[in-house]
Nanobody
Framework: QVQLVESGGGLVQPGGSLRLSCAVSGGTGSIYWMHWVRQAPGKGLEWVSGINLRRGTTIYADSVKGRFTISRDNANNTVYLQMNSLKSEDTAVYYC????????RGQGTQVTVSS
């Protein structure tokens, strides 16, 4: 069974940067795509970005395109989300997941963008 553990969140000022990590363990051979989703206070889950673990193909939500970069380190079974030019509306709990709806997501990591 795949287990996902997110880390790297924190408090950052608008315009700042953070890099999130997602450690993937168990059954990794059956995973083709990994995604980041987020949940802002009082809102539902929002898909943010995805990466094909074999080809490296990446996709992004319009709201983060040009600011966020997803990447993977297959040797270490880790997926990253580099977040630049952060805005207050990026404040959310960020999860990595095996599909765009957040299936199997981990416990999440809090990102707070505030001055």
């Amino acid at each position: 069974q795949v287990q996902l553990v997110e880390s790297g969140g924190g408090l950052v000022q608008p315009g700042g940067s953070l890099r999130l990590s997602c450690a993937v363990s168990g059954g990794t051979g059956s995973i083709y795509w990994m995604h980041w989703v987020r949940q802002a206070p009082g809102k539902g889950l929002e898909w943010v970005s995805g990466i094909n673990l074999r080809r490296g193909t990446t996709i992004y939500a319009d709201s983060v395109k040009g600011r966020f970069t997803i990447s993977r380190d297959n040797a270490n079974n880790t997926v990253y989300l580099q977040m630049n030019s952060l805005k207050s509306e990026d404040t959310a709990v960020y999860y990595c997941a095996s599909d765009t709806t957040g299936t199997g997501r981990g416990q999440g990591t809090q990102v707070t963008v505030s001055s």
